[in-house]
């Protein structure tokens, strides 16, 4: 049998654990090849100043059953303004058997054309963006309308993983990555959503995100009167 084919579209900035998280997950599936796509083969800068280095560019990337984009929303104003990203993207999207998102990057598939009508999670902080690329915004950690699957903010992305792989190879192989990874979250802290963090945190984030939104908003917009 033929390897089922994963591959993550990479760009500068992007937030790496909504890359790695689900990475990780996914590179432990069996009968599957993953490969790491950018425009160029250069090494690839994150958010958190760490260097991806793409096993693929666009111009050599192989038939994909699985396309993934990651997010980090300064690396998703980037890419969205980049046509090239935007319709391998799109490419890739047409043949797939899966076309999924983590946290930010479902903004690239919605640039791409691919979430008109479709139910779609993102990152909290940016969910009403969502109509602006067609989508209806559902509220989860993993969102699935047919063969689109996304996920919220950053470390979704795991859970994501787990849910992708119980989908394609089942839940026995699911659960076995899982504890081979040993996912058995116990945060500090509830503040991990805005349904429970205190309103104290939330006002601290308010500023920070209040720009970014404004910005990703901003982008989105000129793509959509350019498209």
């Known amino acids: 049998m033929s ?3 994963i591959g993550f579209v990479i760009f500068p900035d992007l937030t790496q654990l909504d890359f790695t998280g689900p990475l990780q997950v996914l590179a432990r599936m069996p009968q599957s090849s993953n490969f790491v796509i950018a425009k160029s083969p250069a090494p690839v800068p994150s958010d958190c100043g760490l260097s991806l280095v793409p096993t693929r560019t666009f111009a050599n990337c192989p038939p994909l059953d699985l ?3 990651p997010g980090g929303v300064k ?3 980037g890419a969205i303004g980049d046509h090239e990203t935007v319709d391998f993207v799109r490419r890739q999207a047409a043949g ?3 076309v999924t998102a983590v946290c ?5 598939l919605g640039a791409a054309g691919l979430l008109k009508g479709r139910r779609v999670t993102t990152h ?3 969910t009403e963006l969502l109509p602006l690329v067609g989508a209806k915004y559902e509220k989860g950690r993993v969102v699935r309308d047919g063969n689109l699957i996304t996920a919220g903010g950053v470390t979704a992305g795991i859970d994501f993983g787990l849910s992708v792989v119980a989908e394609i190879a089942g839940e026995t192989v699911a659960r076995t990555i899982q504890l081979g990874i040993e996912y058995d979250p116990a945060p500090p802290f509830d503040s ?3 349904d429970s963090a205190p309103e104290s945190i939330k006002a601290a984030l308010s500023e920070r995100y209040g720009k970014a939104r404004s910005a990703l908003r901003d ?3 000129q793509s959509v009167m350019a498209s």
Do not use: D, E, L, S
């Open 104 to 108: 930010t990057g479902a903004f690239v």
């Open 192 to 194: 991990g959503h805005p």
């Open 3 to 5: 390897a089922f084919n």
């Open 219 to 221: 982008r989105i917009t």
């Open 75 to 77: 690396g998703v104003i």
């Open 124 to 126: 909290w902080a940016y």
């Open 96 to 98: 797939a058997k899966y």
């Open 67 to 69: 396309i993934c984009v």
